[in-house]
């Protein structure tokens, strides 16, 4: 029992994917087009995650900004959005659904980028969506899977 624990975290330090407190890097471009280029992220539970988000458009921020915003598991991704659609002062997040956010990053115009770092919630799938205008709907969304 004790050789296959000293196994186990051997096995665990040898490979980097199965070590939680490993952080993950993750960069993402926004395009005038509504698309994320990167739509899934894998990480385990706890791990650290940096998402970078970088509006590659040239649109003007008025009429195309983008951020990216990450929902606990089973919140409501049209839901949200279409809420969020009356709260332009609040980058389209709406106050009242504020406890559905895990991450967020500030709604950027074209070459703007923003940072945000968090800890990976507990295993599940996790929308990370848009939330300017028409933008979920247009079909701006990925999902992060904590396995």
């Known amino acids: 029992m004790k050789l296959l624990r000293l196994l186990l975290i051997a096995a665990t330090l040898a490979h980097p994917a199965l070590r939680a407190d490993d952080g993950k890097s993750v960069q993402i471009q926004a395009s005038d087009q509504m698309k994320y280029d990167v ?3 894998t990480a385990a539970p706890g791990q650290k995650i940096t ?7 040239k649109l003007p921020k008025v009429a195309m900004a983008h951020n990216l915003v990450l929902l606990k598991a089973g919140a ?6 279409a ?6 002062e609040t980058g389209y997040i709406p106050p009242e659904l504020a406890g559905q956010v895990l991450a967020a990053t500030k709604l ?3 070459g703007e980028s923003d940072t945000v770092t ?3 919630p507990p295993a599940g799938t ?3 969506i848009c939330t300017y205008p028409g933008h979920l ?7 992060l899977t904590v396995k």
């Open 137 to 143: 709907l247009a079909g701006m969304h990925g999902t």
């Open 108 to 110: 950027l115009g074209p």
């Open 126 to 128: 996790y929308d990370y």
């Open 83 to 88: 809420a969020g659609m009356l709260h332009q």
């Open 118 to 120: 968090f800890t990976a």
């Open 51 to 57: 998402i970078t988000l970088t509006n590659a458009g």
């Open 76 to 81: 409501d991704a049209a839901a949200f959005a």
């Open 39 to 41: 739509t899934a992220i």
